[in-house]
C-alpha cells in the first residue's frame, strides 16, 4: 500500500490546517486497519496526532484533541486532518501512515508545513 500527503507547505497563524492522505493499493476499510497521523518538528522525535480506524472511529491525541479532526472520504480512499488555530509550533513534517496492532508499516514521505506570520 502506498500513502501520499498533501496539503500547502506555508500557512499564518490562527488559520486551519487541512492535509490528505491518499492511500492507494488497499482500502482504508479494510478491516483491521487504522489510518493514522504522526508530526515530527524538525531534529525532534516523532509524536502522534490521531487516526481513524478501518469503521470510521476516531480517535485523538489528548494534547491537541480540542484542535484537531480528522474524518474520512472512502470513495476516493482517501483520510484527512484538520488542525484548527495553528501557531508556529505546529511547524512539523507530517505524516500519514497505516497502523496494525503491531506498528505502523506503511507511511507516506511527508510534507513540511511552517507556520510563520
Known amino acids: 500500500v502506498q500513502l501520499q500527503e498533501s496539503g500547502p507547505g506555508l500557512m499564518k497563524p490562527s488559520q486551519t490546517l487541512s492535509l490528505t492522505c491518499t492511500v492507494s493499493?488497499?482500502?482504508?476499510?479494510?478491516?483491521?486497519?487504522?489510518w493514522t497521523w504522526i508530526r515530527q518538528p524538525p531534529g525532534k522525535a516523532l509524536k502522534w496526532v490521531g487516526g481513524?480506524?478501518?469503521?470510521?472511529?476516531?480517535y485523538y491525541s489528548p494534547s491537541l484533541k480540542s484542535r484537531t479532526s480528522i474524518s474520512r472520504e472512502t470513495s476516493n480512499n482517501q483520510f484527512s486532518l484538520q488542525l484548527r488555530s495553528v501557531t508556529p509550533e505546529d511547524t512539523d513534517v507530517y505524516y500519514c501512515?497505516?497502523?496494525?496492532?503491531?506498528?505502523?508499516?506503511?507511511w507516506g514521505k511527508g510534507t513540511l508545513v511552517t507556520v510563520s506570520a
Open positions: 493499493g488497499g482500502s482504508i476499510t479494510t478491516n483491521g486497519y487504522g
Open positions: 501512515a497505516r497502523s496494525t496492532p503491531t506498528g505502523m508499516d506503511s
Open positions: 481513524i480506524t478501518y469503521s470510521g472511529d476516531t
